[in-house]
């Protein structure tokens, strides 16, 4: 069996810079997706959380003012 150098094979490979740009702008806009993603949970979980706590002092302050027996509660 005739085998050829390693480096005789390997001397004419080239990447296809086409193919690889191309991979890597698909990468990237996925990575970009994921990153607006991120951001809009995390603006719309905040908003979430701010919504929450007013509503419990809100509460808490109904309760406040119906123990103390002030009227408007």
Same mark, same amino acid.
């Given at each position: 069996?005739?085998?050829?150098? #390693?480096?005789? /094979?390997?001397?004419?490979?080239?990447?296809?810079?086409?193919?690889?740009?191309?991979?890597?702008?698909?990468?990237? #806009? /996925?990575?970009?997706?994921?990153?607006? /993603?991120?951001?809009?949970?995390?603006?719309?979980?905040?908003?979430?959380?701010?919504?929450?706590?007013?509503?419990?002092?809100?509460?808490?302050? #109904?309760?406040?003012?119906?123990?103390?027996? #002030?009227?408007?509660?």
């Amino acid at each position: 069996m005739l085998r050829k150098d #390693k480096e005789s /094979v390997d001397s004419g490979w080239q990447s296809s810079a086409r193919g690889e740009q191309a991979w890597k702008e698909a990468t990237d #806009k /996925v990575a970009s997706r994921n990153a607006d /993603v991120c951001k809009t949970g995390r603006r719309e979980r905040a908003d979430q959380e701010r919504e929450r706590a007013d509503e419990r002092r809100s509460a808490a302050a #109904k309760r406040e003012a119906k123990l103390r027996g #002030k009227p408007g509660s």
